[in-house]
């Protein structure tokens, strides 16, 4: 198999985290926005609508993975992703512009798809589960860099952090230069021989835990633009700095998760990361000051490094070369139909309080369930391991 170069890491990792800013980078002018256009629809609805796309489209997706491959999906995702970003700031119409962010979460699926199976053909083992921390790590990383530098162009002009989507151009010239084209042969040689019915329970958590653990995790981007305002008096790079420390606490959690991983084992470190959303959204529930702010933004930062990205390892270990598009576009109709969901938690209250109240206790009973549905299915493996034994 071709070897990838550093380079080529770094390509795979700047590309991954175009995926997280679909809908973010533009969260913190997002007040700016509702000022400039006439919506006809909720605010959030512009953050979450790429979410939609995605869900929408993310089965095509996925068979189209096998008939594609990964660099002529991840080529044709690109370009799309680009102009349907760009020029979401100059659209007028409400229709059109719906139809606009709902076809971008298109093209963001086909991002998200092709590197992920594109890392699942090039790393195994330890390698892969470091370099799927990595993804994990460049996502939020880009979610620092993207949200700061959204904060701070969207106070000179509303319009500007639109302009932030046409890296996809820049990446799609990294992706042509710098990533050898997999042997065709070989892809998924690697990966774990299971049958669908085995895995299909485990593979039907893994989507569960990363829908619900996406839509905790975008309570906050989709209530905190409007919340820190009235509550803190934030301006747009003040959100944008603090939604950016989400972020950075993310990073450093999955840089970390693998270690964790070792320690507590997969399924009781997802359960941890519930855990942590819970702490995250109890602490803005009951306190105003700016002290526990922090302490909330590092909760849920951990909360997401202890999910997302370990939960997208473990459907690329429950898949085989025949379903692994299937289960790619599965977890990223998880991931992004949790951030579709969290539009509506504005709908709980009026009181943003009473709002991460909600959060807060549905993240506890979330962890619980996940943890029942983890140890049921364990249990299920090991007896029948038990009987092929005496067999």
């Not at 085995?198 to 975008?218: G, Y």
């Not at 964790?260 to 855990?275: A, H, R, T």
């Not at 459907?315 to 576009?329: P, R, V, W, Y």
Request: hydrophobic share 55%; with cysteine.
């Amino acid at each position: 198999m071709n070897k990838i170069s550093n380079f080529g890491i770094f390509t795979l990792l700047f590309v991954s985290s175009l995926t997280i800013m679909v809908g973010t980078v533009i969260a913190p002018s997002l007040s700016g926005i509702v000022e400039h256009k006439n919506l006809g629809f909720s605010p959030s609805w512009l953050i979450t609508l790429p979410s939609l796309g995605v869900v929408l489209f993310a089965p095509i997706i996925g068979k189209l993975l096998n008939k594609l491959g990964t660099i002529k999906l991840l080529s044709l995702g690109l370009i799309p992703y680009a102009i349907l970003g760009f020029i979401g700031a100059f659209i007028t119409n409400n229709y059109i512009l719906i139809i606009d962010r709902v076809l971008l979460g298109a093209a963001t699926v086909a991002i998200q798809v092709s590197v992920t199976a594109y890392i699942a053909d090039f790393f195994t083992g330890e390698a892969r589960m470091k370099m799927i921390a990595w993804q994990g790590m460049s996502i939020e990383l880009g979610g620092v860099v993207f949200l700061a530098i959204g904060g701070f162009l969207g106070e000179i002009n509303w319009q500007l952090p639109f302009y932030i989507y046409l890296l996809g151009f820049l990446c799609l010239i990294l992706v042509i230069v710098a990533l050898p084209k997999p042997e065709s042969k070989l892809i998924g040689e690697n990966l774990t021989q299971v049958t669908d019915t085995n895995n299909a329970p485990k593979v039907r958590i893994i989507f569960i835990a990363s829908l619900l653990a996406m839509m905790l995790f975008f309570v906050g981007f989709v209530t905190l633009p409007l919340y820190l305002p009235v509550a803190f008096g934030f301006t747009e790079s003040e959100i944008g700095y603090l939604m950016a420390f989400i972020s950075l606490i993310a990073i450093i959690t999955a840089s970390q998760m693998p270690k964790m991983v070792k320690v507590f084992g997969d399924s009781n470190v997802v359960v941890l990361g519930f855990l942590f959303f819970m702490m995250g959204y109890f602490v803005l529930a009951t306190s105003g000051s700016l002290v526990f702010l922090v302490l909330t933004t590092i909760f849920i930062g951990i909360g997401f490094g202890f999910t997302i990205p370990l939960l997208n390892l473990m459907m690329i270990e429950a898949s085989t070369i025949h379903n692994q598009g299937k289960h790619l576009g599965l977890f990223s109709m998880g991931v992004f139909g949790g951030q579709f969901l969290s539009t509506f938690i504005e709908y709980v209250s009026d009181n943003y309080r009473a709002i991460y109240a909600v959060s807060a206790g549905l993240a506890l009973i979330i962890g619980g369930v996940i943890y029942f549905m983890f140890q049921k299915e364990s249990k299920k493996n090991l007896l029948t391991f038990e009987v092929d034994l005496k067999s």
